[in-house]
Each structure stands twice: as C-alpha cells, then as structure tokens.
C-alpha cells in the first residue's frame, strides 16, 4: 500500500527534474491527499510530524502531506508541482521572515494563497530554543550527549559574546543531522499548550 513516505521521495525526484508526474498524482489519489505542507527542510519536517503526533494527529489519515523542498528558493517549482497548476492540493506551511520575498512570488506565480503560510521571525529553531529557553535546551543537550561539543562550540572566538539562544541556534546546524534530530528533541520537550505561534498556527490550519 501507498504511503506519504513514496510520495515525499516522487516529490523530491520530479522536482529535481525527473518525469514522475503520473506517479506523483497516482499516489496522491491513492492516499487521498488534499493539503501539502512546505517546508524549508527536514529538521522542520521533523519537528511538524512530531507535533502533530503529540497532539494525536494522524496526518496521513487526514489527507495531509509534508514535505521537504530542501530550501526556500524551491518554492515556486514545489508550488507548481503541488498546488493549482499541478496537482491541485491546497499549500501550507512555514517560512522565515527573510525569504518571505521567494515565497510571495513562488506562491503568487502558482495562484496559492499566500495567508496559509505562517513566518517565523529567523527560522523554527529559533522559535522553538526561545519558547524552551536556553537552559532548558542546554539540559537536552547534556541529556543526549553533546555536552563536550558544545562546551568546545562556545570556546570558538566567533561566540564571544553572542546572545545564548543565538549560540544555541548556530550549534545546532554545526553537524550534519544535528538539526533534524533536535527537530525531534526540542518538539518533545514543549509543553503542548505552549508552542511557538508560527508552529501552533500551522498544525491549527490543517
């Protein structure tokens, strides 16, 4: 049987180029799918299905995909692909306050609304270190194992005197996968009454 999984990867390949529309509309047929969610990247991805499996959200089962563009400037062609000239899903999401500009485009040239989309003011992992707080992601750091690293990525010259939360957000795209698993970890650890905005808007949304 189908699942989202096989068509986040049709996504990935017929929006880097490859042929794979049939299959794309196949499988969002297949799953009942009518509302795509865009996202930057897979830390983002992560931290959204986490959410929402928290909050007893069965995504999947409400005809509600995630995906992973690899990066704002994909927008439009994911736009294209997903939203009224491909497929015909409905688009949400998130993005951060400085690549609003591609969005706006990407969504406008697809004939998307661009009210679904919520903004974060730098990026989900600044949201959600300032809803937790430093301390708080500090423990988790320690908790998983990373102390040494990040005692020694606070020793580097460039963090002098950096704000915190900032320190925090630089570490955490330090090492690859680093991100997408505190993606997890951080979502985790939210009181889910208390979630960034951007974030709770979103899940709202769907």
């Known amino acids: 049987m189908a699942d989202t999984r096989a068509f986040q990867d049709e996504m990935g390949r017929w929006a880097a180029g490859a042929s794979g529309g049939d299959t794309a509309r ?24 986490t959410l929402a499996a928290r909050r007893g959200r069965d995504l999947a089962a409400e005809g509600v995909c995630v995906v992973s563009m690899g990066g704002a400037m994909s927008i439009a062609r994911y736009a294209e692909l997903l939203g009224p000239p491909g497929l015909g ?21 697809a004939g998307a609304p661009r009210r679904d989309f919520f903004v974060c003011v ?23 194992g990373d102390l040494r690293p990040w005692q ?24 690859k996968g680093r991100k997408i698993r ?20 979103l899940l709202a949304s769907l």
Request: hydrophobic fraction near 35%; charge should be negative.
């Open 89 to 109: 899903l409905r688009l949400t999401g998130l993005c951060d306050e400085r690549e609003q500009g591609f969005y706006e485009r990407g969504l406008q040239r």
């Open 122 to 144: 730098a990026d989900l992992e600044d949201e959600l270190i300032r809803t937790l707080g430093p301390a708080r992601v500090e423990d988790i750091i320690r908790t998983e």
């Open 182 to 201: 505190y993606g997890t970890l951080l979502v985790e650890a939210l009181d889910t009454d208390r979630v960034p905005e951007p974030l709770d808007d």
């Open 152 to 175: 020694t990525f606070l020793s580097q010259p460039a963090q002098h005197g950096r704000p915190r939360h900032q320190q925090l957000r630089r570490f955490l795209g330090t090492k």
């Open 26 to 49: 196949d499988l969002a047929v297949t799953l009942g799918l009518r509302t795509a969610v865009l996202l930057e990247g897979p830390s983002d991805l992560a931290a959204v299905e």
